[in-house]
């Protein structure tokens, strides 16, 4: 089974969360207006992470596994950080 097979239920909201969350600064890079309100960009991408990440839970496969405990610390530390600043 390849790569793909096996890992895209994660891979793909992974991938439309990595897009939604560069299209802002590409867009204003390349001088391009888009009428999309910037929370819709982040809300997006949040949805698409936690698809990923609920999507990993499900795999299993050692990229998925990594996926798992990587965002899991991201996560712990995100919320860490919300509390203590």
């Given at each position: 089974?390849?790569?793909?097979?096996?890992?895209?239920?994660?891979?793909?909201p992974l991938l439309m969360s990595l897009i939604l969350l560069t299209t802002p600064a590409l867009t204003e890079m390349l001088g391009i207006q888009i009428a999309l309100p910037k929370w819709l960009?982040?809300?997006?991408?949040?949805?698409?992470?936690?698809?990923?990440?609920?999507?990993?839970?499900?795999?299993?496969?050692?990229?998925?596994?990594?996926?798992?405990?990587v965002g899991t610390g991201l996560g712990i530390a995100m919320i860490a950080a919300a509390i203590f600043h």
């Amino acid at each position: 089974m390849a790569y793909l097979d096996r890992n895209s239920p994660w891979l793909i909201p992974l991938l439309m969360s990595l897009i939604l969350l560069t299209t802002p600064a590409l867009t204003e890079m390349l001088g391009i207006q888009i009428a999309l309100p910037k929370w819709l960009s982040i809300a997006g991408a949040i949805l698409g992470f936690f698809l990923a990440g609920l999507s990993s839970m499900f795999v299993d496969a050692v990229s998925a596994r990594i996926v798992r405990l990587v965002g899991t610390g991201l996560g712990i530390a995100m919320i860490a950080a919300a509390i203590f600043h």
